[in-house]
């Protein structure tokens, strides 16, 4: 009689089911969140190269432009710095001129991969 009112050590099998229960339940949990976290962390250096290409991009007609406002080289003139902006963005980005009395205006839109886009304004 003295072994049955002993108090016996470790798990009961409903404790231990109980256990597994939850950790696989928490393992469901943390790998739902973390499976989207990880298939989709290529988005964020997507956007980062695209933009890059975007600015290298656009970088070229803001050296263009900077010549022309100089005086420099072969875009002395408007219409030349135009058509030089014109060809450097075939397929990369779209142009919109407005005629503001004396001046134009001339909004370049510079498109990378990823659909990342940076304007910029130029006034003649």
Same mark, same amino acid.
């Given at each position: 009689? &003295?072994?049955?009112? +002993? =108090? *016996?050590?470790?798990?009961?099998?409903?404790?231990?089911?109980? #256990? /597994? /229960?939850?950790?696989?339940?928490?393992?469901?949990?943390?790998? #739902?969140?973390? $499976?989207?976290?990880?298939? &989709?962390?290529?988005?964020?250096?997507? +956007?980062? &190269?695209?933009?890059?290409? @975007?600015?290298? $991009?656009? %970088? %070229?007609?803001?050296? %263009?432009? *900077?010549?022309?406002?100089?005086?420099?080289?072969? #875009? !002395?003139?408007?219409? !030349?710095? =135009?058509?030089?902006?014109?060809? @450097?963005?075939? $397929? %990369?980005?779209?142009?919109?001129?407005? @005629?503001?009395?004396?001046?134009?205006?001339? =909004?370049? #839109?510079?498109?990378?991969?990823?659909? +990342? =886009? /940076?304007? @910029?304004?130029?006034? *003649?």
């Amino acid at each position: 009689m &003295k072994k049955a009112l +002993q =108090k *016996q050590k470790g798990f009961t099998l409903i404790e231990v089911i109980v #256990t /597994i /229960i939850l950790a696989a339940l928490a393992g469901v949990v943390v790998f #739902t969140y973390l $499976g989207n976290v990880l298939t &989709k962390s290529h988005i964020p250096l997507e +956007q980062v &190269k695209g933009l890059a290409e @975007a600015v290298e $991009g656009m %970088e %070229e007609i803001i050296v %263009e432009y *900077q010549e022309y406002v100089k005086g420099g080289r072969d #875009t !002395a003139d408007w219409s !030349a710095f =135009k058509s030089t902006v014109s060809g @450097a963005l075939v $397929g %990369e980005g779209n142009l919109h001129v407005e @005629a503001a009395g004396l001046f134009e205006i001339y =909004k370049v #839109t510079v498109t990378g991969s990823n659909n +990342q =886009k /940076i304007s @910029a304004i130029f006034t *003649q």
